[in-house]
């Protein structure tokens, strides 16, 4: 579901303008035989810590060309540019902006999972967030550009509707970890497909708990198929539910399932081989009662 996204924009550019009705005193009237050369117009590089307002609402679809930066990060804003790091090697000599999938752009995530992770204090995918990776445009590579920056969205739900927020997601994983991932409500046309998931408090009725993050080892394997990393997955998110529910071994009781909606080859591409698991009801129209928790559930009745 992840989504890369490159940074738009143009190029900044220098302009002299000059106007004169006579020549000064001590002047010879020649512009520049006295001047040394204007040095070579850059592309400003983005500074972290700025917030930006956005008109696209799903997270997914951002793109820096509808960013406008935020006055503060303490009034309305959507994203928050946490981390901005430099593109080096043999890819930041290229002619044209690196490839998703090329080692500078598995670097460019990988420096800002680890960036961000430092922000926020737990790896972003445990939080109701969704992370941007951001490399410059073509025009802003020809203009020498070699940055690449790491947006932080808060979601609401796993399709990526984005939350207007009013104070920054620094430390949002620290402490009482403000934008944790807790509990969901997931839904599907069958007991057995889930289509959407929406992030919700624990106080309220739910119908699955997030139980944690999977990663495929080892890391730059290649792509295994739709198929095989289905399976993968599953398997990882059942291992995962038999530890959140406290249990030694995989046997699930009867009426709990686990699930996650997956990763995609163009996220694989990039170097997220990790997806959200949950594990929940199957009987939706039974939910987990408001307030109450199937962690450390064991074989005990779920609490209806």
Not at 204 to 222: D, I, L, Q
């Amino acid at each position: 579901m992840r989504r890369w996204y490159a940074a738009t924009g143009l190029a900044c550019s220098t302009f002299l303008v000059l106007a004169a009705c006579s020549v000064p005193p001590g002047a010879d009237g020649k512009l520049f035989d006295d001047w040394g050369p204007l040095g070579e117009a850059k592309v400003a590089v983005p500074v972290a810590g700025q917030c930006f307002t956005s008109s696209t609402s799903n997270a997914f679809r951002l793109e820096v060309s509808t960013f406008d930066a935020a006055n503060s990060c303490s009034v309305d804003h959507a994203v928050e540019l946490a981390h901005v790091g430099e593109i080096t090697g043999a890819d930041a000599n290229g002619d044209s902006v690196p490839a998703t999938d090329s080692p500078a752009g598995k670097a460019a995530y990988s420096g800002c999972a680890t960036a961000v992770q430092e922000f926020l204090g737990a790896a972003w995918q445990t939080g109701r967030v969704h992370l941007l990776v951001g490399l410059p445009s073509e025009k802003q590579w020809a203009g020498g550009a070699r940055y690449y920056r790491c947006d932080l969205v808060e979601i609401s739900d796993e399709a990526g509707k984005v939350v207007t927020r009013k104070e920054s997601l620094r430390d949002g994983l620290r402490g009482e970890r403000a934008i944790a991932l807790s509990c969901v409500n997931d839904f599907g046309d069958s007991d057995e497909s889930v289509d959407g998931i929406d992030f919700i408090a624990c106080t309220g009725k739910h119908t699955a708990e997030f139980s944690g993050v999977f990663t495929v080892t080892p890391a730059n394997r290649a792509y295994p198929g739709d198929d095989k990393l289905s399976d993968i997955v599953l398997d990882g998110c059942e291992q995962l539910a038999a530890k959140y529910l406290g249990l030694p071994n995989t046997n699930i009781p009867e009426g709990l399932g686990w699930f996650s909606l997956g990763t995609s080859q163009d996220d694989w591409g990039q170097g997220n081989q990790s997806v959200r698991c949950y594990v929940g009801v199957f009987d939706r129209k039974r939910p987990i009662r408001a307030g109450a928790t199937i962690k450390g559930l064991g074989n005990k009745p779920i609490p209806r």
